[in-house]
């Protein structure tokens, strides 16, 4: 007696040699989509409980980035403005805008506003602002065109093969250390030829160690 | 080469033959499906399984607590950071290459011997490299990252550190593994079809015919399976010795006094076949009894485990002397005091209970009667399984413990999680061991098949 229909020699042939190019395809997809932003969230434009616009702000009125973001150049940590940097203008223009109801009620209360961070790197890594920003990495070669975000978003994946694209070849990425504050910058042509000279100049180390991040 | 040229010498030799006489080609089939189609469940199957599963819950219980709470619930801490886990690992994968030996070795080599042990100890390479594979992943701490070992696209531009035998571990125990299962698995392709066609209820018949993938026993079958075989034999080869061979280099690579030797290789290969052997006495001795299979598992072959385990123990002894000898031959202070420590430190005790389990107390096997004797057999088998153990227990902790700096030295405890994860793979190893028993032909029956043939031809059947 038969067991099996005979259309199981098929579906035995189709599935073990299938096994392999079924594993290969879930493989692939799995790593798009660990690469795309649905699970980034880059290019993803994040809520506030203010709808601060760099764009408006860093863009279009020009303030520098470190008239709010202080200790950039110091620090680790670039650092948030407290509301009372906010209200340097807002007690003055704006006062009775509805929309900066929450800025004025954190004046008032004392209580800062808890603002969604956008560019977060997981403990585990030792990141330095200051030694970025003073050896001629520019703001917005890691956050994007800020100045032309009405509200905030990850320019970048962080992702740890991201840090070592520039930490492999800076060449690429470095720029005069006057333009680095600059919202509007656009890479110029002879960007390796500047890169290699700058390198150079400001003593870049290429640091790809562990221990240079994960220490 | 001739099969039947080797056949007469070993026939000749010995006074027991590797089956005893008396069966033809039917009831060789017979006895060996009936302990999976015949006769129901045994009441000491239910017995034994429930106490094997008990042990396996044990070991989800303790692995569960061990993914929440992390590894310090184990006794490992610096400077001992490497513990239970490392050595019940290195034991497990140790065990584990009796049956790669047996079946692709001995399989070329063409002794007969090995046709009626070769499908469980192969089993049990299987379920002993499952156990063996669980330590080093739950030891990472972060065991649900384990695909970080394997090279692989990843938005870290990471790979592994090559350069780390850790790594090199990872391929030789997956490809083991790998190899071992389809080793197993084609070897059974037959013998399932045997029991596709006897089964009688439905189940089995459709779970039996699919796993026997379409055998009919046809000569082109019969043709690519021998050779599928051999190429699989060959494959599996160089892995008895490549094996634990690069499991040893996880130790001498490193510049750890009683680590850094060159006798590791050789000496952990021969080490892991001599466990392997004892674990399949200790696991053959009751499957003939309880089958009643000592027409087929004769003491021609429980004779010859022993004097293999015999040869690989001496090997294991002259490499205890080397490390000893070359530790003083050497003039280097640090490998001097490991030795002096091992005898005499803190751990002494179980330094000189490896010695008398691993060397002195298997060379009564020396005496034909012991050979002769299933009971002593077995207990010799057990003693080395433990001796083999606390060779890993000596070489792990005892070296890590005295490191270079005396202000570094410390103690290894191994806690109640320790014990309870060690006891509990032995229940995942029993666990698989009983249901293959329950599930399929513990013995090979269309190798046993052909022996009846052969051994007919030269002796007319009683």
Not at chain 1, 1 to 24: C, D, E, K, P
Not at chain 2, 78 to 105: D, E, M
Not at chain 2, 125 to 139: I, N, Y
Request: hydrophobic content about 45%; some cysteine; proline content about 5%.
């Amino acid at each position: 007696m038969q067991i099996f229909h005979h259309s199981t020699n098929t579906i035995s042939r189709v599935s073990i040699y299938g096994a392999v190019f079924i594993l290969a395809l879930l493989g692939g997809v799995l790593y798009a989509i660990e690469l795309s932003p649905i699970y980034t969230r880059v290019n993803e434009a994040r809520e506030q409980p203010v709808p601060f616009s760099h764009k408006h702000h860093a863009g279009e009125l020009g303030i520098d980035c470190r008239y709010c973001h202080t200790t950039v150049e110091k620090s680790s940590f670039a650092g948030l403005p407290p509301t009372q940097t906010c209200m340097t203008c807002h007690s003055q223009i704006w006062t009775n805008a509805p929309m900066l109801e929450p800025v004025r009620a954190s004046y008032r209360d004392d209580k800062s506003i808890a603002w969604t961070r956008v560019n977060a790197l997981p403990d585990f890594v030792y990141f330095d602002h200051s030694i970025h920003v003073s050896k001629g990495i520019g703001c917005t070669t890691c956050h994007g065109q800020v100045g032309e975000m009405p509200l905030t978003w990850k320019a970048n994946t962080l992702y740890m093969s991201w840090c070592l694209d520039c930490h492999r070849q800076p060449e690429k990425y470095v720029r005069e250390k006057s333009k680095v504050f600059d919202p509007g910058y656009v890479t110029p042509a002879n960007q390796m030829e500047l890169g290699a000279r700058l390198v150079k100049e400001y003593k870049i180390h290429s640091l790809t160690d562990c221990s240079t991040c994960h220490r | 080469m001739d099969p039947e040229g080797s056949q007469t010498p070993i026939e000749s030799t010995s006074a027991h033959p590797i089956i005893e006489p008396g069966y033809t080609l039917g009831t060789v089939t017979d006895k060996i499906s009936s302990i999976v189609l015949g006769r129901g469940t045994s009441k000491g199957w239910i017995f034994g399984f429930a106490i094997a599963f008990s042990l396996l819950m044990l070991l989800n219980f303790t692995v569960g607590y061990l993914l929440i709470k992390g590894v310090g619930i184990w006794g490992i801490n610096i400077p001992v950071g490497w513990g239970f886990a490392i050595v019940n690992f290195v034991w497990w994968i140790g065990i584990g290459h009796a049956g790669t030996l047996i079946s692709a070795i001995l399989l070329l080599l063409r002794q007969q011997w090995r046709t009626s042990i070769n499908r469980f100890a192969e089993a049990m390479t299987l379920f002993a490299v499952a156990c063996a594979g669980m330590f080093p992943l739950l030891h990472m701490g972060r065991p649900w990252l384990f695909f970080w070992l394997m090279p692989y696209p990843n938005p870290m531009w990471l790979w592994p550190q090559f350069r780390s035998p850790l790594v090199w571990d990872v391929f030789a125990v997956s490809t083991y593994a790998t190899v071992s299962l389809l080793f197993w698995f084609v070897g059974l392709v037959p013998d399932l079809a045997t029991l596709r066609d006897r089964a009688r209820n439905r189940a089995a018949k459709v779970v039996y015919g699919i796993l026997a993938m379409g055998w009919r026993g046809s000569a082109v079958h019969w043709s690519r399976y021998e050779t599928a075989s051999i190429l699989l034999a060959g494959l599996a080869t160089p892995l008895v010795v490549s094996v634990h061979t690069v499991v040893s280099f996880d130790f001498s690579v490193a510049q750890v006094a009683g680590w850094h030797t060159t006798i590791f290789p050789p000496y952990f290969v021969a080490g892991a076949i001599y466990s392997g052997f004892a674990m399949v006495m200790t696991l053959a001795i009751p499957i003939r009894k309880f089958y009643n299979l000592e027409d087929f598992i004769t003491m021609r072959h429980l004779g010859n485990m022993a004097k293999v385990m015999l040869a690989t123990g001496l090997i294991v002894a002259y490499g205890y002397m080397m490390e000893t000898f070359m530790a003083f031959y050497s003039g280097n202070p640090f490998d001097r005091f490991l030795i002096i420590n091992r005898m005499t430190g803190p751990y002494a005790f179980f330094y000189w209970l490896l010695i008398a389990c691993n060397i002195v107390i298997p060379q009564i096997m020396w005496l034909r009667s012991v050979r002769n004797n299933v009971a002593i057999l077995f207990v010799i088998s057990l003693i080395v399984n433990v001796g083999m153990w606390l060779e890993r227990f000596v070489i792990v902790v005892i070296s890590l413990h005295r490191d270079f700096l005396p202000s570094s030295w410390g103690m290894y405890y191994p806690t109640r999680w320790d014990w309870a994860t060690y006891v509990g793979t032995i229940g995942l190893f029993l666990t698989l061991l009983f249901l293959f028993i329950r599930f399929l032909p513990v013995i090979s029956i269309y190798e046993m098949r052909s022996l009846v043939e052969e051994t007919d031809e030269e002796k007319p059947k009683k």
